[in-house]
C-alpha cells in the first residue's frame, strides 16, 4: 500500500524533497504546507499535484498521514514537529534540529514518549565517498590529528532575514552549513572531551560568519574550520584530513586519498557509488538526498528507527551548544 507524506515548508530544500517521493514512491506525496500564499503559484508550475495547505493544521484536518518532512525555518520546528509527532506521523526534520539545546531535548523526549520514527537530516550519512572514509580511517591505526574544513561563498555583507537573528536561527555558520561535518566527526572520532572556539562575524551582526573549534578526543586532537564566506564556493564544500600512525587520508566530495606504508591509493566517487539513482542536483550532492529519503520511507514502512533519529542525534546540538559556550567565554569547555 502507497504511504501518504506530507512535506512541511516548500522552500529550494522542500521542493527537492517533494521531487524525491515522486520517484521514490509515485503518488505518495498527500500534500504539502507552504504558509506564503504567494508562492502558491510558483509551486503549482512545477507540476505538483498534491494540495497546498498554509498550517500544518490544516493538512492535518484533511489527511491522515504516515510520514512528513519538515523543511520550514529552524525557529518553527518545536511547534510543526510536536503537532506531527502528537498525531503518530513519522517525522524526518532538515537540520538543524532546533535554534537550541533546551529545544532540541524537548523533541527528543516527546518522540521517545511517542516511541515515534524520526530522522534529522544530515545527508552527509549517506554520502558514499565520506561513508567510505569512516570505513577506512581505522586502517590508519592509531590516530594523531585531524582537521576539517567547511566553506561557502554566501555571505560578504550583511544580510537580513531570519537565518541572521540568533533567536531564531540558533547562530551563523556553525548551527547552519557546519552540522553536517559535526555530524560526521562525532561518527568517525567518537564524543570530544573538550572543546574550545573562536567565531568571528567580519560582515553579520548577531551570528557568527567564521569559527575555527578545537576538539579534544580520547587519543586524537581535531580541528575545524569553518566559514561561509569563502569566495569562489558557489556551492558548499566539505573536506577532512586525517593523520594516524600508519599514514594519511583526506576526503572531500569528489575523492578520497589514502597513504598507507608508502603507498597511496585514489578513490573516486564513481569507485563506490555504482547504483542508478536519482541525481536531481549533482553539483550539490542531491543523491544524498535521495539516500536519506528512501532509508527514512523503508523505516516508515518498516516501523523501525533508522541510526538519525532524534535521540542519537542529539549529540550534534550537544557539540554545537559546547561550541557556542566556548566561543562566548574563550575558555576550554568540556563536553557536556
Same mark, same amino acid.
Given at each position: 500500500?502507497?504511504?501518504?507524506?506530507?512535506?512541511?515548508?516548500?522552500?529550494?530544500?522542500?521542493?527537492?524533497? @517533494? $521531487?524525491?517521493?515522486? /520517484? #521514490? %514512491? &509515485?503518488?505518495?506525496?498527500?500534500?504539502?504546507?507552504?504558509?506564503?500564499?504567494?508562492?502558491?503559484?510558483?509551486?503549482?508550475?512545477?507540476?505538483? *499535484?498534491?494540495?497546498?495547505?498554509?498550517?500544518?493544521?490544516?493538512?492535518?484536518?484533511?489527511?491522515?498521514?504516515?510520514? *512528513?518532512?519538515?523543511?520550514?525555518?529552524?525557529?518553527?520546528?518545536?511547534?510543526?514537529?510536536?503537532?506531527? #509527532?502528537?498525531?503518530?506521523?513519522?517525522?524526518?526534520? %532538515?537540520? &538543524?534540529?532546533?535554534?537550541?539545546?533546551?529545544?532540541?531535548?524537548?523533541?527528543?523526549?516527546?518522540?521517545?514518549?511517542?516511541?515515534?520514527?524520526?530522522?534529522?537530516?544530515?545527508?552527509?550519512?549517506?554520502?558514499?565517498? =565520506?561513508? %567510505? @572514509?569512516?570505513?577506512?580511517?581505522?586502517?590508519?591505526?592509531?590516530?594523531?590529528?585531524?582537521?576539517?574544513?567547511?566553506?561557502?561563498?554566501?555571505? =560578504?555583507?550583511?544580510? +537580513?532575514?531570519?537565518?541572521?537573528?540568533?533567536?531564531?536561527?540558533?547562530?551563523?555558520?556553525?548551527?547552519? &552549513?557546519?552540522?553536517?561535518?559535526? =555530524?560526521?566527526? #562525532?561518527?568517525?572520532?567518537?564524543?570530544? +572531551?573538550?572543546?574550545? *572556539?573562536?567565531?568571528?562575524? !567580519?560582515?553579520?551582526?548577531?551570528? %557568527?560568519?567564521? @569559527?575555527? /573549534?578545537?576538539?579534544?578526543?580520547?587519543?586524537?586532537?581535531?580541528?575545524?574550520?569553518?566559514?561561509?564566506?569563502?569566495?569562489? +564556493?558557489?556551492?558548499?564544500?566539505?573536506?577532512?584530513?586525517?593523520?594516524?600512525?600508519?599514514?594519511?587520508?583526506?576526503?572531500?566530495?569528489?575523492?578520497?586519498?589514502?597513504?598507507?606504508?608508502?603507498?597511496?591509493? $585514489?578513490?573516486?566517487?564513481?569507485?563506490?557509488?555504482?547504483? +542508478?539513482? =536519482?541525481?536531481?542536483? &549533482?553539483?550539490?550532492?542531491?543523491?544524498?538526498?535521495?539516500?536519506?529519503?528512501?532509508?527514512?520511507?523503508?523505516?516508515?514502512?518498516?516501523?523501525?528507527? !533508522?541510526?538519525?533519529?532524534?535521540?542519537?542525534?542529539?549529540?550534534?546540538?550537544?557539540?554545537?551548544?559546547?561550541?557556542?559556550? *566556548?566561543?562566548?567565554?574563550?575558555?576550554?569547555?568540556?563536553?557536556?
Amino acid at each position: 500500500m502507497t504511504l501518504k507524506v506530507a512535506v512541511v515548508g516548500m522552500g529550494k530544500m522542500g521542493l527537492t524533497h @517533494a $521531487a524525491m517521493l515522486s /520517484v #521514490l %514512491e &509515485p503518488g505518495c506525496l498527500a500534500g504539502v504546507v507552504e504558509s506564503d500564499r504567494g508562492a502558491h503559484g510558483t509551486i503549482r508550475s512545477t507540476g505538483l *499535484a498534491a494540495p497546498i495547505y498554509e498550517t500544518v493544521e490544516a493538512l492535518l484536518a484533511a489527511h491522515t498521514l504516515d510520514a *512528513a518532512i519538515v523543511c520550514t525555518p529552524t525557529f518553527t520546528h518545536l511547534s510543526v514537529v510536536t503537532a506531527l #509527532l502528537e498525531k503518530g506521523v513519522a517525522v524526518l526534520v %532538515e537540520k &538543524p534540529l532546533a535554534q537550541d539545546l533546551n529545544t532540541c531535548r524537548a523533541l527528543a523526549k516527546l518522540a521517545d514518549e511517542k516511541k515515534s520514527v524520526t530522522a534529522v537530516g544530515y545527508s552527509l550519512g549517506y554520502d558514499p565517498i =565520506f561513508n %567510505e @572514509a569512516l570505513r577506512l580511517i581505522p586502517s590508519l591505526g592509531k590516530l594523531k590529528t585531524y582537521t576539517a574544513w567547511v566553506e561557502h561563498a554566501e555571505v =560578504f555583507g550583511p544580510k +537580513k532575514g531570519w537565518l541572521f537573528q540568533k533567536a531564531k536561527s540558533g547562530g551563523g555558520v556553525i548551527i547552519n &552549513p557546519a552540522p553536517h561535518m559535526l =555530524f560526521f566527526l #562525532l561518527e568517525a572520532f567518537g564524543l570530544p +572531551k573538550t572543546v574550545k *572556539a573562536e567565531l568571528k562575524s !567580519p560582515y553579520s551582526e548577531g551570528v %557568527e560568519d567564521e @569559527a575555527v /573549534v578545537s576538539l579534544s578526543h580520547a587519543g586524537v586532537d581535531g580541528a575545524m574550520k569553518a566559514s561561509w564566506s569563502v569566495p569562489n +564556493k558557489p556551492v558548499l564544500e566539505l573536506a577532512l584530513y586525517v593523520e594516524g600512525e600508519n599514514g594519511s587520508l583526506a576526503v572531500n566530495g569528489d575523492e578520497l586519498l589514502i597513504e598507507t606504508n608508502g603507498e597511496t591509493r $585514489a578513490i573516486r566517487r564513481a569507485d563506490v557509488s555504482t547504483e +542508478k539513482i =536519482f541525481e536531481l542536483s &549533482p553539483e550539490a550532492r542531491a543523491a544524498n538526498y535521495f539516500r536519506e529519503d528512501r532509508e527514512f520511507l523503508s523505516h516508515v514502512r518498516a516501523k523501525t528507527l !533508522p541510526r538519525q533519529t532524534i535521540q542519537n542525534t542529539i549529540k550534534v546540538d550537544q557539540l554545537i551548544d559546547a561550541i557556542y559556550r *566556548a566561543g562566548a567565554s574563550g575558555e576550554v569547555v568540556a563536553w557536556s
